[in-house]
């Protein structure tokens, strides 16, 4: 089993900026990709920001050149700091993580954290 705990949400002002992280532990043999994807009231769930385990970034149109994916392997963990925040940015923010226990692959979602831009 394999959890993950995403934080840093918030509230912040639009041109602000949030770090969200989310933490994964477990019985975690390795890990492929990690990505962040939103989902807004009435929308879908859409990918953010994905990264492999050899480090490509891959980015929504929406959030290029405002949103950095990086990722700690030692830690397990996953960021993504989000920059010049805009209020279509709003949405509960979820982690997933791609990989490999000591059995079979495993594909995970973290629990959601709510971003909300508004003056």
């Known amino acids: 089993q394999v959890q993950l705990v995403e934080s840093g949400g918030g509230l912040v002002q639009p041109g602000g900026s949030l770090r969200l992280s989310c933490a994964a532990s477990?019985?975690?043999?390795?890990?492929?990709?990690m990505g962040w994807y939103r989902q807004a009231p009435g929308k879908q769930r859409e990918l953010v920001a994905a990264?492999?385990?050899?480090?490509?970034?891959n980015y929504a149109d929406s959030v290029k050149g405002r949103f950095t994916i990086s990722r700690d392997n030692a830690k397990n963990t996953v960021y993504l700091q989000m920059n010049s925040l805009k209020p279509e940015d709003t949405a509960v923010y979820y982690c997933?993580?791609?990989?490999?226990?000591?059995?079979?692959?495993?594909?995970?979602w973290g629990q959601g954290t709510q971003v909300t831009v508004s003056s």
């Open positions: 997933n993580v791609q990989g490999r226990d000591y059995v079979t692959k495993f594909d995970y």
């Open positions: 477990g019985s975690i043999f390795s890990i492929n990709n």
């Open positions: 990264i492999t385990s050899g480090g490509r970034e």
